[in-house]
């Protein structure tokens, strides 16, 4: 199922009834299915175009964002998958899709062969807008270290984003950067992140929302092997500090993390659906092995006599801090 069908015609409709209104049909119609009597829908999953938090409204007043779809009682059951989770323990994040879709391993493989051997004439890259009306943005202050900088790229994405709506070009400047800087945007996450890691970019998180909290299931649990982290006040406290923490990081320590990032990238790209060849595991197939790691687990709960609901749909706020246990 994809719960992103209703963005356009009731995400922002003031009528928080009209608003609800596809979410509760869709429960009322997948309950009443006799698959769903099994393990009243533990055993079910919806995938959505759209972040988490779009489908978690608390209250009814007509102000807050979103639907209340993810706390009606037979949505909360279910898994979500979508493009960045919220806090709870029933959604998980998968990767934005980028626009590379490769039919075999072969096309991959040319790709990474073709990425580690990118000639890389910029430390680091910006590609985004500013932020002025988010008072925790820090994109002002990246853009004024990136301007001031002769080994910055940015690439200004405002004016209607005329500048970053032709992929190739965000690509081409990402393909010439050593590092990609990925600061929150409207949420947490941006699709501009596995976009970096398809050109071998290594990805700057300021915020461990961005990434390490996010893709449990496609990226590594060590953050270190495969990007850098730099706190937010770092940034606003310190003029230039990016390019003196990017400069102070060793040339050994660069390699290792592009290749990571390389190696990254099969995970984190859905292959073309017309293909025929299964010779590697994709964002896609990822994904479904662990629901069904998943259902597994709840199924053997049953067994076992214990209360399948238990942690299944609780919150996890400590998701969002940092340092987090690295194993």
């Known amino acids: 199922m994809n719960s992103g069908l209703d963005a356009s015609l009731y995400l922002w409709n003031p009528n928080i009834t009209v608003r609800d ?6 429960l009322r119609w997948v309950s009443k299915q006799p698959e769903w009597k099994r393990m009243w829908g533990r055993d079910h999953f919806l995938v959505t175009g759209r972040i988490s938090w779009d489908f978690r409204r608390k209250t009814d007043n007509v102000s807050d964002w979103g639907s209340k779809f993810r706390f009606l009682p037979e949505s909360m059951n279910m898994t979500m998958l979508s493009v960045e989770s919220s806090s709870w323990k029933n959604d ?10 490769p039919s075999n391993h072969i096309e991959v493989l040319q790709w990474q062969t073709r990425m580690r051997n990118q000639n890389r004439p910029y430390l680091f890259t910006f590609a985004g807008a500013p932020r002025p009306e988010l008072e925790k ?27 970053c709506d032709n992929p190739v070009n965000v690509m081409r400047e990402f393909q010439s950067s050593v590092y990609c800087l990925q600061p929150s945007g409207d949420s947490y996450t941006r699709r501009s992140i596995f976009d970096s890691i398809l050109s071998g970019c290594i990805p700057v998180f300021f915020h461990p929302g961005s990434a390490y909290s996010q893709y449990i299931w496609h990226f590594p649990k060590n953050h270190t092997k495969y990007s850098v982290f730099i706190p937010v006040k770092d940034v606003k406290g310190m003029p230039e500090s990016i390019e003196k923490i990017l400069l102070g990081i060793s040339k050994d320590e660069e390699v290792g993390m592009r290749e990571e990032v390389i190696r990254l990238i099969p ?8 293909a025929k060849s299964e010779s590697f595991e994709d964002a896609f197939d990822i994904a479904v092995k662990r629901i069904l790691y998943r259902v ?32």
């Not at 998980?92 to 879709?101: D, E, K, N, Q």
């Open 296 to 327: 597994e687990d709840v199924r053997r709960v049953i067994r076992e006599g214990g209360d399948p609901s238990l942690g299944f749909a609780d919150g996890d706020d400590y998701k969002y801090t940092f340092p987090q246990k690295i194993g």
């Open 92 to 101: 998980f994040a998968i990767p934005y899709p980028t626009y590379f879709h």
């Open 267 to 274: 995970k984190i790209v859905y292959s073309n659906p017309k």
């Open 137 to 163: 943005s820090i994109r002002g202050k990246i853009i004024e270290q990136c301007q001031a900088s002769r080994v910055c790229k940015f690439i200004d994405c405002s004016s209607g984003g005329k500048n």
């Open 21 to 26: 209104s596809s979410g509760k049909d869709l």
